[in-house]
C-alpha cells in the first residue's frame, strides 16, 4: 500500500498518476479518502487524482496513538504530499474538515495551490450551541463505543436520512479507537477562525454546499464564499453534509465546470 513518510506521518494515499493537472482530495471528519470516489471515477482520465488519509483516520491512524496536532499541521502534511509526489502546484478539493485544512495550505503554502473547491465547509468556529451535543456524544462514544442510536446520530450529521451507502460508514465509524476519536474532535474544536485572513486567498475557488446540510449551514459557508476574492457559489438542492458523496452527480457537475474554466 502507498504512503508517504513525511512530517513524521506515514500518510497512506492514492494516486491515479497521469499527466493531466492535479486534484488532491481532503475528506472530512470520521470519513477517509474513500468518500471520494465518485470524483476520482468521474474525473481520472482527465486529471490526476491524489486522495489521502489525514492524521487519526483512515489507513493514515495508528489505532493506539494519536498525537496533538493542528489544520495547520495537516497542511503541511498536505503540502508535503505533494512535495513527495512530486507535485509543483494541485487543484485542493476539501470536504468539511478536508476544506478547514486547504483554506489554511492556501494560506501557508501558497506556491503549492492552483484553485480551491470547498465542499460543505467553513473558515469560522464549530457553532458554540452545537459543541455540547458533539462532546457530549463523543465521551459516551469513547467510553462504551459507538451504540446503534449514536450511529444513526452521526449518519443523520453527516449523510443526511435514509441515503443507501451508509451501512459502509457505520461499520467504519464503529472501529475507530477512542485515541483517535479524542485527538480528532480536540483538533477541530480548538482551531481558529479564519475568517479574517480570507482575503488574502487570491486563487479561484468554488464553494459547494448542500441546502440541507446541519452540520455545518448554508449561511456559514456563504459568509466564506462572500468573503474570498474569487469564490463562485453552487448549491446542492437535498444534499446534507457530504453532498459530494451523497449526491455526486450534481456536485461533479459543478466541479467540472469549474476545472474548465481555469484552463
Excluded at 460543505?120 to 465521551?139: F, G, I, S, V
Aim: hydrophobic share 45%; charged share 20%.
Amino acid at each position: 500500500m502507498p504512503f508517504a513518510p513525511v512530517n513524521g506521518q506515514n500518510l497512506y494515499y492514492e494516486d491515479t498518476g497521469g499527466r493531466g493537472p492535479v486534484l488532491v482530495f481532503s475528506h472530512g471528519l470520521l470519513m477517509d479518502h474513500t468518500m471520494f470516489e465518485p470524483q476520482v471515477q468521474a474525473l481520472q482520465d482527465r486529471f490526476r487524482c491524489i486522495s489521502w488519509d489525514e492524521r487519526g483516520h483512515g489507513k493514515t491512524a495508528d489505532p493506539e496513538h494519536c498525537a496533538p496536532f493542528s489544520y495547520y499541521d495537516s497542511a503541511d502534511d498536505l503540502a508535503a504530499l505533494l512535495r513527495y509526489l512530486g507535485v509543483d502546484k494541485a487543484v485542493l478539493v476539501g470536504m468539511s474538515q478536508g476544506g478547514y485544512l486547504s483554506l489554511r495550505c492556501a494560506l501557508i503554502h501558497p506556491e503549492v495551490v492552483g484553485a480551491l473547491v470547498l465542499i460543505d465547509t467553513q473558515a469560522m468556529l464549530e457553532d458554540p450551541e452545537q459543541m455540547p451535543h458533539h462532546e457530549a456524544l463523543l465521551r459516551a462514544w469513547m467510553e462504551h463505543g459507538l451504540s446503534d442510536d449514536m450511529a444513526a446520530t452521526v449518519e443523520h450529521t453527516i449523510l443526511g436520512h435514509g441515503w443507501p451507502g451508509a451501512a459502509r460508514w457505520r461499520a467504519k465509524w464503529k472501529q475507530a479507537t477512542p485515541v483517535n476519536l479524542g485527538q480528532s474532535f480536540a483538533t477541530l474544536a480548538l482551531r481558529d477562525d479564519i475568517s479574517p485572513r480570507l482575503a488574502e486567498i487570491k486563487v479561484p475557488a468554488l464553494v459547494i454546499h448542500g441546502d440541507q446540510d446541519i452540520a455545518i449551514v448554508p449561511e456559514r459557508a456563504r459568509a466564506m464564499f462572500k468573503a474570498l476574492p474569487h469564490a463562485q457559489w453552487v448549491g446542492v438542492p437535498g444534499a446534507g453534509h457530504a453532498s459530494n458523496l451523497t449526491h455526486p452527480g450534481p456536485v461533479n457537475a459543478a466541479i467540472e465546470a469549474f476545472l474548465a474554466g481555469l484552463h
